[in-house]
């Protein structure tokens, strides 16, 4: 549990920048430069998310149970992951009428995503990992709500939400078909 612990510690900490402290942010990019600045936040959050999924997988293996997932629990989760993945695909498409409506989609959809796994999954390092997303996730796109509003290159347009919904559907499908089970050794069919 130390290493999912600290790997979140990491993973979640660099990605917490602008919540502490949007000032200081900009100073270390300045400080920095732009390239070198992106090149340590790169090089940190990939060591934090290494740690975050051998510390996950190690815990699961010794984990006990927090409480057990009420009933409709995992179907609830099939529902809400797919929204998770409409939510972040928004995020890379060109704008849509999501995208401008929710403004953070990414952050929005890992929270979704997070909240579907705590509600589907009782054990101690499942809840470490899929609580700790959730709750700064929820921080994170409050605190992004008080910035200014990103601003849109282009006019909303419903290209972009029918790729979003596409992308996003397409990736569940895939996950719902296997690649869950793959990557992390359970269907969410189960």
């Not at 009420?70 to 890379?92: D, K, M, T």
């Not at 390092?125 to 709750?135: H, I, K, P, Q, Y």
């Not at 282009?154 to 979003?164: F, M, Q, S, T």
């Amino acid at each position: 549990m130390t290493t999912l612990i600290i790997g979140l510690f990491i993973f979640l900490g660099i990605h917490s920048f602008r919540i502490v402290s949007e000032t200081g942010y900009r100073a270390m990019v300045r400080r920095l430069g732009e390239g070198r600045f992106k090149g340590a936040y790169s090089l940190l959050s990939l060591i934090g998310l290494v740690l975050v999924v051998y510390g996950y997988g190690w815990a699961r293996a010794g984990q006990g149970v927090l409480y057990d997932p009420f009933a409709g629990a995992g179907h609830l989760a099939l529902v809400l992951v797919p929204i998770s993945f409409i939510l972040a695909a928004a995020a890379y498409v060109p704008a849509g009428h999501i995208k401008k409506t929710v403004r953070h989609p990414m952050v929005l959809g890992v929270a979704v995503w997070a909240f579907a796994h705590v509600i589907a999954n009782g054990g101690t390092a499942d809840v470490v990992l899929f609580g700790s997303f959730f709750v700064w996730a929820v921080v994170d796109y409050l605190n992004s709500l008080g910035r200014h509003a990103p601003v849109l290159a282009e006019r909303p347009r419903a290209k972009g939400d029918v790729l979003a919904v596409v992308a996003g559907l397409v990736v569940s499908a895939a996950f719902v078909a296997g690649l869950h089970r793959w990557l992390v050794g359970v269907s969410p069919l189960v």
